[in-house]
């Protein structure tokens, strides 16, 4: 496929219709239910990056931004090129096939996300240098003296600091996605005036600042699982293929009653509905759980499974307030009360 160049594009106006292709691609890989490494997903992966780059030719060959504009400064309309480097750190991080289905998927791998890294780097640094508030987020950066500002990465930080920030992130990212639904809406009228655009593409550049930040954080996790397969390798040591999945079981909805399986059956007419005595009746049929007052099946070939079966189905009759279940808890409770672990046990107490 030929690369797009910046002749491409005539006007400003064939680079916001690029645009909004590429960010369209963005979305539906997002919600592609093709494997990531299956050939098809992999050739839209390959057609954005390629129109990606192709845009921020076209960008920079219109001249649309000054190294010394703010954020403010920006058209409202242009604001939406910033994410380029982010999309492209996001499309390349997608790559998992070698470009001729062979060679040493490794060592590939390790290339692409290391380019994937470059990209979104770059992206911070776009940003800040525009007055977007990034961390600091490796010790490239130096100060006047040419002396490195910051010595110590976030990834070496402690654990307690690292989840405290996970959580703010989550937090901020939450708060972000809604106040972008709201501005979305708002921007498809006929009518959308530069403010709304404006706080529009401020909020997704501030989202994708998060998301940078957090791909980063993957990236030199997976960097480091590589490095070490491949001293494996070299060492001779043979690595353990990944073990396949079993069939995943299909998602139902338990109920206490028919009335309840009747009203959430119709909230979700496609997963299976059983109330608690149907699931009994299934699980013992299946041969998991005993019939009734069996006391256990002479030749399970798993009790574990069972106990564990039968403990789901007594949790849930306590969650719904089975007067059965509850009243035989409490007895138990109070059985446990006057009668003190080992009390029974009287053997070998001289």
């Not at 994937?116 to 006047?144: A, H, M, N």
Request: charged share 30%; hydrophobic share 30%.
């Amino acid at each position: 496929m030929a690369k797009v160049n910046s002749t491409d594009f005539d006007d400003v106006e064939c680079l916001l219709k690029e645009y909004s292709s590429i960010y369209n691609g963005y979305q539906f890989l997002e919600d592609s239910t093709n494997p990531s490494n299956s050939l098809v997903y992999q050739e839209q992966v390959k057609q954005l990056i390629n129109k990606t780059e192709g845009l921020v030719h076209g960008v920079n060959h219109h001249s649309l931004f000054s190294a010394n504009e703010d954020l403010t400064e920006i058209p409202a309309d242009h604001l939406r090129y910033i994410l380029l480097p982010a999309l492209l750190g996001y499309f390349t991080s997608k790559q998992t096939l070698t470009p001729d289905g062979k060679g040493d998927v490794g060592s590939y791998r390790k290339e692409v996300i290391e380019k994937s890294q470059t990209y979104y780097k770059d992206y911070l640094k776009l940003c800040r240098l525009y007055g977007v508030e990034t961390p600091v987020i490796d010790d490239e950066e130096l100060d006047e003296n040419g002396e490195v500002k910051n010595k110590k990465k976030p990834y070496e930080k402690d654990a307690v600091t690292r989840k405290t920030e996970k959580v703010m992130r989550f937090k901020a990212k939450k708060s972000l996605e809604t106040k972008l639904k709201d501005l979305f809406t708002k921007l498809n009228l006929d009518h959308v005036d530069d403010d709304t655009k404006r706080e529009y593409y401020t909020a997704l550049i501030n989202q994708w600042v998060i998301t940078a930040v957090e791909e980063l954080e993957f990236i030199e996790d997976e960097l480091a699982i590589l490095e070490h397969m491949s001293k494996m390798r070299s060492q001779g040591i043979p690595i353990a293929p990944p073990k396949p999945k079993g069939k995943p079981s299909r998602p139902f909805i338990l109920t206490k009653s028919d009335l309840q399986k009747q009203v959430f059956g119709l909230g979700y007419p496609s997963v299976p509905t059983y109330t608690v005595e149907e699931f009994y009746d299934a699980q013992v049929a299946a041969g998991v759980m005993p019939p009734p007052g069996a006391g256990g099946m002479p030749g399970m070939e798993n009790e574990a499974a069972a106990a564990e079966a039968e403990a789901i189905v007594k949790e849930f009759k306590v969650e719904q307030d089975d007067e059965e279940t509850l009243q035989k808890t409490r007895e138990w409770d109070d059985w446990k009360d006057d009668h003190r672990k080992g009390w029974g046990n009287r053997k070998n107490m001289g």
